[in-house]
C-alpha cells in the first residue's frame, strides 16, 4: 500500500486507509491523512483496519465524496502550503540559534579549532 508522500492520491484522486505504527514510515501516512483532515482513515489495529475497509466498500456515496474532494483537500491542506513549511523552519532555525548564543561557553571540543 502507497502513501500520500508518493503522490499517488493526488494523481489518481483515490483515498488512502493507514494503519498507523510504531516506526516513522508506518506513521508518515497517518500523518499526512490527519493533515489533509482525513484522520477518520487511520487505525491503530489490523481488526480496525479490516472493521474500516469493510465499512468503506459498503458506502458506495461516501468513497465517491471522498475521490471528488482529495485533491482540493490535498491541495489546500498544511502539506502543501511552501510558504509556511519555510517560515516554520526558519523559526526552528532562530529559536536554535538563540539557545545556541545563550550559552556561556559555545565552544564544545567538536568546535575547537585544529
Not at 16 to 27: D, K, Y
Not at 36 to 60: F, K, N, S, W
Amino acid at each position: 500500500m502507497s502513501s500520500i508522500s508518493n503522490n499517488e492520491p493526488k494523481a489518481t484522486a483515490n483515498h488512502q486507509l493507514r494503519l498507523a505504527g510504531r516506526t516513522a514510515v508506518s506513521r508518515a501516512g497517518a500523518t499526512l491523512l490527519a493533515n489533509v483532515g482525513l484522520g477518520h482513515l487511520v487505525t491503530r489495529t489490523p481488526e480496525q483496519y479490516v472493521e474500516l475497509a469493510a465499512a468503506l466498500i459498503r458506502d458506495a456515496a461516501g468513497l465517491a465524496a471522498l475521490r471528488r474532494e482529495l485533491r482540493e483537500r490535498i491541495e489546500s491542506s498544511p502539506v502543501m502550503d511552501a510558504r509556511q513549511f519555510a517560515r516554520d523552519v526558519e523559526a526552528a532555525f532562530r529559536i536554535g540559534w538563540r539557545a545556541w548564543c545563550r550559552e556561556p561557553d559555545r565552544r564544545s571540543p567538536r568546535m575547537t579549532p585544529r
